[in-house]
């Protein structure tokens, strides 16, 4: 079986059906790699890069597509490896190897269905029998009554874990960031007493900093240790993104700060930016994202890299439909793999690629067992969700258009 050709299939459709998340974002752009065979069978992928800037992938995808036809799948970390190097100068980190995440995700997918396995057992078996799972509950809402009903919601749908960030958007979709030290520990250290006082000892408890994709202001690292040191008394399971991506050995300080695990990753492309935070000891758990990190294989260098620091990792997953398979796969696949993140309630692009493969039961999540990635995309599903230029995520700044 012979790679005949590589295309890139972009999509927009609903971002959730989550409707304390369709607060914030309404839609969603996605980005697949479909890998064609001669045998008709066809490996699908997703880059996470297809929700940020979703118009550039389908050149990157071109740059390295001669490599790949003509070739089988027999050594995929070997086909990584060239079109990694051919893209040396622009490639090793960021938006290169970011798009080839999902080409690489698209191989894994079509030996898995040549081979009739599940992708996990591909990448060296599966490790659980289970994982916990988290909702994904995107920014916390005000007041209190509201976050109280965002956190039943989420504990309805059959969750033992929720996320929701720092600060808060209020019903007339104002944003407040605290900005100084003692702002911090004051709002967070009470929205997080007030949650655990709401939920009890035994769910799990997640806060996110959202400093890697913050609109308003980015904390520094006194503010992050004052706002860490204010949850410590009620027992979270992380918190994640405190600071920016660009200071390692701030986070390093952090972590030595508090007792509060902090946890980060989810901008952080190929194992060589990995390692400067993973040798700082940066995070006591790294968040690898299959659809981001530079592919599968290069998510379990990164789950190694960690397991070698004695740290956990917790996936993160914000993309559509393949990228929520894939790092379902490489959670189950990587042994240090802690509790898997989940976006609750989710829309038709994670739904209808996704097609029955997820299972999760009692907070849990069970291992999939359909070939491949065990996700479709039906020329049905392309018509129905038909792509809008400019409906990827934005970051606000000013003189920009912000599309919700």
């Not at 050149?59 to 079109?83: A, N, Y």
């Not at 100084?180 to 655990?196: H, L, N, S, W, Y």
């Not at 849990?364 to 400019?390: M, N, S, V």
Request: hydrophobic share 40%; aromatic share 12%; with cysteine.
């Amino acid at each position: 079986m012979k790679i005949i050709d590589v295309r890139t299939v972009l999509l927009t459709g609903p971002s959730t059906n989550d409707p304390y998340v369709q607060v914030g974002r309404t839609r969603r752009s996605a980005a697949f790699i479909e890998i064609l065979t001669d045998e008709g069978l066809i490996g699908i992928g997703e880059t996470y890069g297809g929700y940020f800037c979703p118009e550039v992938v389908p050149s990157v995808v071109e740059f390295f597509k001669p490599i790949l036809i003509g070739q089988t799948v027999d050594d995929i970390p070997e086909l990584w490896r060239r079109m990694y190097h051919c893209g040396n100068f622009w490639c090793r980190v960021g938006l290169g190897v970011i798009v080839l995440n999902g080409i690489e995700a698209a191989l894994w997918d079509l030996k898995g269905k040549l081979l009739g396995q599940p992708v996990y057992t591909l990448l060296g078996g599966c490790k659980h029998q289970r994982l916990p799972c988290y909702a994904t509950g995107g920014g916390s809402l005000y007041p209190k009554d509201i976050l109280a009903k965002k956190i039943d919601y989420y504990l309805s749908l059959g969750f033992r874990g929720l996320k929701v960030g720092t600060g808060c958007r209020t019903p007339d979709r104002a944003h407040y960031m605290p900005k100084t030290a003692a702002e911090a520990a004051d709002f967070e250290g009470d929205k997080v007493a007030f949650m655990r006082r709401h939920v009890g000892p035994d769910v799990h408890l997640m806060l996110d900093g959202h400093m890697g994709n913050n609109h308003t202001h980015t904390w520094t690292v006194d503010v992050a240790i004052a706002a860490a040191k204010a949850v410590e008394p009620y027992n979270l399971f992380f918190f994640e993104e405190p600071l920016h991506y660009t200071d390692p050995w701030g986070y390093a300080e952090l972590c030595r700060a508090t007792t509060t695990p902090i946890a980060g990753g989810e901008c952080l492309t190929a194992a060589y930016e990995w390692r400067v935070f993973a040798e700082q000891d940066s995070f006591d758990i790294g968040q690898p994202d299959a659809s981001f990190t530079g592919g599968l294989n290069e998510f379990m260098v990164v789950a190694n890299m960690m397991a070698e620091r004695g740290r956990k990792i917790a996936t993160h997953s914000w993309g559509a439909g393949g990228s929520f398979m894939q790092n379902i796969h490489v959670g189950f696949a990587a042994g240090n793999t802690c509790i898997l993140e989940i976006a609750p309630n989710y829309g038709g692009l994670h739904s209808d690629v996704i097609d029955g493969s997820f299972i999760m039961k009692d907070g849990y999540a069970y291992p999939p067992d359909r070939p491949g990635l065990g996700i479709i995309l039906t020329d049905e599903i392309k018509r129905k969700y038909p792509f809008q230029p400019g409906s990827g995520e934005f970051s606000s700044v000013p003189g920009k258009i912000l599309i919700p």
